[in-house]
């Protein structure tokens, strides 16, 4: 409960000279007499009164910034440091190997071929049988008992040969035998031959005579050559002899056989109007798959392109049919056969599409080879022949290309496309090492055979590093990944090269697994050189972005023309394991950098975190100093706006590894204080 006190008033009993009004101002007018006599005496005038001043202080803050690793990286301008999680910092670069196509040695073959060419040639044909021709003795001279010296004369047709109206005979020969019954001998023989197909001029062949006795009972015989005589199919013997003749003291029948025969076929080298029987021509070629040393097999294998390629030319008056088969080259699993009619006298060039074929070989040893079969068959006709006369045919497989094979392969390299790539470390990092680096190498392998990476790095500073890594084999189903680390490039990269080229080959077949190939098989890789931001640090520094505070500037100049002092206080909390000092550039230009500012306040040292296992902050290192500044470093005050960047130096680890961590960080604050002289104007 609030209480009012109330002043006291005087009694009625008390007088005016006794109250305190009357005695304080008794005392005001005394003390007022004092001042005027002594202000006459001193002969002194009364001055104005005057405004009091004092000195004050003005806080101008420049920067109070928390700067995390994630952040300090950033400034770096690197695309190559990054941040996995919250957990690690890993500087990575990261390169592809330009896809690589296998050599198209193993998805082709030389072209092959092969070729037929028969002559016509001799034709064998077989004349007629003939029988003997029986005369009887009676038919020559009367029957008496004794036979007079005679001559006799006798003709004898050969059946007609109905398989040719003429023909040049290459071999052949007639046999005359004549059989003697005639109960006397004959002493002389003489038979002519004769071609009697023209009856008006009958051609003689041969005159053949037997100087030797016939004796009764006995037979004997004459041979006609016909090499190189051209006949008809009507022959005739005439056939002239002599016996002395005797008394036949013989009984029974009494006669002479005369018998013409041939002994053996006759071959034609040419002919008119020959009944010539069919004939066939065969050849089987065997043509080598590959090339000659090539040890590879292949089992299947689809073409995409092929050609099989005829060239066929017919000389002679036949229709010939030639058939071409290739067994190991099929479609629908059967395999290649064609056959081309060529007629009389003409040629004619074909071409096979094999591109819808497989090779399917049944030799799987090397060399491998497969058969070519060329037959040629003529139709039975008449026609004139000649043995000049020809048929030829030529089979060549051309431009063999393989979508897919399948089959055995000897190592085959394919070269790599070397590159080179820079490593762009951040700036100041060009120095530095990189002690715990891995090198990873994913390798997508299409090819459906294991193969072998062999790949060699040399660095810009005359370093090197072998990679040799075998790769899972692709499947039919799609490429396999193969992951290759090498946690030993630490030596490499110490220290990092401006620069690495990558040189090599990979090689696919071991000459004894089973493996398939495609036309459109690749190998790609990709590089990755990946880093944890454990470094041997040499000297960096790190540019901030520009900041900038805001100033009220009216009356600012009654602040600096009246300064007394000038300071900057600052503060550094280095949460990083490295030691460092800071620089702040102040300038009225948002342009202010390292090079251009108004006012530099540095370099401002901060020893490293402590640390612990492998180099990593274990906590922060605090410090805190005032720099004293001019009265001329006051001016850059004079603006609406401050701008400021801070450098930042990171020194040598001096060889030894920190490890920098996401949650590493560095607090500044600074600001500038001015203690100045007020009068209270404003």
Known sequence: MNRNRRKPTPTSSESFLETNLFRFGTRAIIGLAIIVLFLSLSQCTVKSPEAPQWTTSLAVPVINRTYPMTELIDKMETDEIEIIGDTAIQIKFEESIDTVFLEQTDLSVPDIGTSISQLVGTIEITPPASGPVTIDLIDIVPIIAAVPDTFISLLTDLPPITSFTTATIAFG??????????????????????????????????????????????????EFSLIGKTISGSLRATTILHTPGGVSLRAGAKSLTI?????????????????????????????QLGSVGDPDLIHSASLTTGSLDLTLANTSFFYVTINITIPDLKQGGSPLTISPVV??????????????????????????HMEL????????????????QSFSATASINSLAFASVTGVFSPNSTTITPISYGLELPDGFNSVEMPNAVIILTVTNDVAMSGFLNLQLNGSGGQQLDIDENILAGTVGGPTTTIITIDTAGSFFNPVPDSVTLTGWATFGDGVTVGSLTASDFVHAKIEIISPLDLIVTQTTI????????????????????????????????GLPIGLSTSIFISNLSTVSSSI?????????????????????????????T???????????????????????????????????PDDALTITGRIEVDYIFDGDF
């Open 173 to 222: 020969r007639v046999w005359v035998v004549i059989s003697n019954n005639l109960a006397v001998d004959i002493d002389t023989i003489t038979i002519y031959l004769y071609d009697v197909g023209d009856p008006l001029n009958h051609v003689l062949i041969d005159t053949r005579s037997l100087a030797s006795t016939i004796p009764d009972g006995s037979a004997d015989s004459l």
């Open 259 to 287: 018998e013409m025969k041939f002994n053996a076929p006759l071959i034609i080298s040419s002919a008119t109007g020959a009944a010539v029987p069919s004939m066939t021509f065969a050849d089987t070629t065997l043509v």
């Open 343 to 368: 007629g009389p006298n003409t040629s004619s060039v074909l071409s096979i599409d094999l591109s819808s074929y497989t090779i399917e070989p049944s030799d799987l040893t090397a060399p491998q």
């Open 373 to 388: 079969i060329v037959e040629a068959v003529t139709d039975s006709n008449r026609v004139d022949i000649n043995q000049a």
């Open 543 to 574: 540019d901030l972005d520009v900041e900038s505070t805001d100033i009220d500037t009216e009356d600012i100049d009654l602040i600096t023309d009246n300064v007394e002092e000038i300071r900057f206080i600052y503060e550094i909390d280095n």
């Open 597 to 625: 500012f108004d006012l530099e306040i540095g370099s401002i040292t901060s020893l490293p975190a402590p640390t612990g296992p492998g180099g990593r902050s274990t906590g922060s290192t605090l410090y805190s100093d």
């Open 627 to 661: 720099v004293l500044l001019s009265n001329a470093d006051i001016q850059v005050l004079n603006s609406d706006s401050l701008y400021f960047q801070t450098q930042i130096t990171l020194n040598s680890t001096s060889g030894q590894t920190v490890s920098l961590l």
